[in-house]
């Protein structure tokens, strides 16, 4: 195999890996902010649905809950071409 043809499969496999990181990333930041957007929406539920700092707490959990199973099903079974 050819220098130049060597050079080139190892260059993008060192930017793979990164990319793969980077994704990762972009996709745990994304589901903790789309989760803690609710934190500051507390006073406005509290009022509108009359409920305690109890019921807050557990409607954080089942947001929290719900996200991460979202990801885990969605990953262990498959789509049929849906997403």
């Given at each position: 195999?050819?220098?130049?043809?060597?050079?080139?499969?190892t260059g993008g496999g060192r930017a793979f890996p990164w990319a793969v990181?980077?994704?990762?990333?972009?996709?745990?930041?994304?589901?903790?902010?789309?989760?803690?957007?609710?934190?500051?929406?507390?006073?406005?539920?509290?009022?509108?649905?009359?409920?305690?700092?109890?019921?807050?707490?557990?409607?954080?959990?089942?947001?929290?809950?719900?996200?991460?199973?979202?990801?885990?099903?969605?990953?262990?079974?498959?789509?049929?071409?849906?997403?």
């Open positions: 195999m050819p220098d130049a043809e060597r050079e080139g499969t990181f980077v994704l990762s990333f972009a996709l745990l930041l994304s589901d903790f902010t789309s989760r803690n957007v609710l934190v500051p929406a507390f006073p406005l539920i509290r009022r509108d649905w009359a409920v305690s700092d109890a019921q807050l707490g557990a409607l954080t959990g089942v947001v929290a809950l719900a996200s991460g199973s979202r990801w885990s099903s969605s990953s262990s079974r498959p789509t049929g071409g849906r997403c």
